[in-house]
């Protein structure tokens, strides 16, 4: 079993291991694009491990696990994306542990017809998907992945299941402006994204993109206020935030906001 804690050297390891929190990235240790910012191996991957939704399910089971994230490499290599291995890893672990409720975040699925429906039927509880930095960083940040084919994956989610909910994170200090942080969270919600998380850039080696700065308390306080005026249920906007840290306290904060929401419409 490998955790993306460790591969993606997150800050908080010490911190969520302590609390027996772990995200367990799934189809390999390799990945088949290469992102300036991330720190996961890049290469041909080997072969899928068949026996690998039902060692995670099983760890989920020992570990007593009541929330738990599933992610991944990007698999650009197989004909499906990985696809029908988030299925098969959501269903091991809903046989398992049926009271985990479950957070997949997933890579873009890019040219990969059919993916993201098989996904989405699985019904995981989260569905998640990091839109990571702002357009215009895309061509050198992330330049396997499209801005807009992620933004309209997030709004197939909820043509899908308008009941699923959808999260979406980037990373600030990769040289953005603030208006293009605006736009792109205006574009998130036009894809009805319920959740938004910011956190600051940290380079993984030298090899990796420079920080460009260190966005300051006030401006993660900021994004965060601007965020929730723009309609989402949750935003989590600090530097240390992580897409997956304290992904549990959150679904529960999320499902609250929710039913909130829906008492204060009724």
């Not at 367990?24 to 996961?40: D, L, P, Q, S």
């Not at 089971?61 to 959501?90: N, P």
């Not at 890579?107 to 990091?130: C, I, Q, S, Y």
């Not at 574009?187 to 319920?194: E, G, K, M, Q, T």
Request: charged share 25%; glycine share 6%; hydrophobic share 40%.
């Amino acid at each position: 079993l490998v955790t993306v804690c460790e591969e993606a050297g997150c800050p908080n390891i010490g911190e969520c291991w302590d609390k027996k929190h772990a995200t367990f990235m799934i189809m390999g240790e390799i990945c088949t694009r290469a992102c300036a910012f991330c720190n996961v191996a890049t290469g041909k991957p080997n072969a899928l491990d068949l026996d690998e939704p039902a060692n995670v399910a099983k760890a989920v089971r020992q570990m007593g696990l009541q929330h738990v994230v599933i992610t991944s490499v990007d698999r650009d290599d197989l004909a499906d994306g990985g696809a029908e291995h988030f299925e098969k890893v959501i269903w091991a672990i809903r046989e398992a542990s049926p009271q985990t409720t479950i957070e997949i975040l997933t890579p873009d699925f890019l040219k990969k017809p059919g993916a993201l429906e098989r996904v989405v039927a699985a019904k995981p509880d989260v569905f998640n998907h990091n839109m990571e930095t702002v357009p215009g960083n895309y061509l050198t940040v992330r330049p396997g992945a499209r801005y807009f084919h992620s933004v309209r994956l997030l709004q197939r989610v909820k043509e899908l299941d308008p009941t699923m909910f959808t999260k979406s994170g980037i990373m600030v200090g990769l040289g953005e402006e603030r208006n293009e942080v605006l736009q792109l969270m205006d574009d998130l919600r036009s894809a009805d994204v319920d959740f938004l998380t910011i956190g600051q850039y940290l380079q993984p080696t030298r090899k990796h993109h420079k920080v460009e700065r260190f966005v300051t308390p006030e401006e993660f306080k900021s994004y965060e206020d601007i965020a929730y005026t723009k309609g989402f249920l949750m935003v989590s906007s600090s530097p240390l935030t992580r897409s997956s840290h304290h992904a549990g306290d959150d679904f529960a904060r999320l499902k609250a906001a929710r039913e909130k929401l829906q008492l204060v419409r009724a």
